[in-house]
């Protein structure tokens, strides 16, 4: 199984940065990918960014198009999710999740973080 640990967020103005971490640990699998989950108080947890650990795919919500990279770093078993440009808007508990590849056919996040909180003031 994957334990998956969060670390990253914070508190910044609008227009700074953050670099979100994700250290994955546990058993090898022939299948792996991360997400990128947010949600804010009130609101639906929604998509935001994922990665395929073999091949180095990745997708974006539109969102965050131009302004977050998210990466990965084989070495240390670990994504990344640079956030540029950060608006009020971004503003939510931000989790990393991990596909192992349970479901062949579709996208199925087993594995949650614990979130980390970004905030972002005007």
């Known amino acids: 199984q994957v334990q998956l640990v969060e670390s990253g967020g914070g508190s910044v103005q609008a227009g700074d940065s953050l670099r979100l971490s994700c250290a994955a640990s546990?058993?090898?699998?022939?299948?792996?990918?991360m997400g990128w989950f947010r949600q804010a108080p009130g609101k639906e947890r929604e998509f935001v960014a994922a990665i395929d650990w073999g091949n180095g795919n990745t997708d974006y919500a539109d969102s965050v198009k131009g302004r977050f990279t998210i990466s990965r770093d084989y070495a240390k078993n670990t994504g990344y999710l640079q956030m540029n440009n950060l608006k009020p808007e971004d503003t939510a508990v931000y989790y990393c999740?991990?596909?192992?590849?349970?479901?062949?056919?579709?996208?199925?996040?087993?594995?949650w973080g614990q979130g980390t909180q970004v905030s972002v003031s005007s």
């Open positions: 546990g058993r090898t699998f022939s299948r792996f990918a």
């Open positions: 999740a991990a596909d192992v590849g349970r479901i062949p056919t579709q996208t199925a996040y087993d594995y």
